[in-house]
Nanobody
Framework: QVQLVESGGGLVQPGGSLRLSCAGS????????IGWSRQAPGKEREKIAC????????TYAGSVEGRFAISRDYVANTVYLQMNDLKPEDTARYSCATFLVCMDLAPIGPWGLGTQVTVSS
């Protein structure tokens, strides 16, 4: 019943933009901090963005700082990840998960199945 579903990925050229969505089903995302991570084949998962439950100030990994922006839509029960100035090294599967607080590296539950982002010319 409780599920997170990511969407919005696709193929984009370098310098392009995408907006990913993390939609909650069966629970309210507003009750949790929500984080985004990405994982490319053969590489470790990298937590790249997070927005807290109470603290509205988001946090970002240095690799995406200034290019990505995380936000909430409470009515839609959705957290977005706006991705700008995409680079080939951003190619990965992007997933979201619930956190107690953004400082935690491990989520409360499992990461979602994710949505693929491929940046290529």
């Amino acid at each position: 019943q409780v599920q997170l579903v990511e969407s919005g990925g696709g193929l984009v050229q370098p310098g392009g933009s995408l907006r990913l969505s993390c939609a909650g089903s069966g629970f309210s995302l507003a009750d949790y901090a929500i984080g985004w991570s990405r994982q490319a084949p053969g590489k470790e998962r990298e937590k790249i963005a997070c927005v807290g439950r109470r603290d509205p100030t988001p946090t970002y990994a240095g690799s995406v700082e200034g290019r990505f922006a995380i936000s909430r839509d409470y009515v839609a029960n959705t957290v977005y990840l706006q991705m700008n100035d995409l680079k080939p090294e951003d190619t990965a599967r992007y997933s979201c998960a619930t956190f107690l607080v953004c400082m935690d590296l491990a989520p409360i539950g499992p990461w979602g199945l994710g949505t693929q982002v491929t940046v290529s010319s």
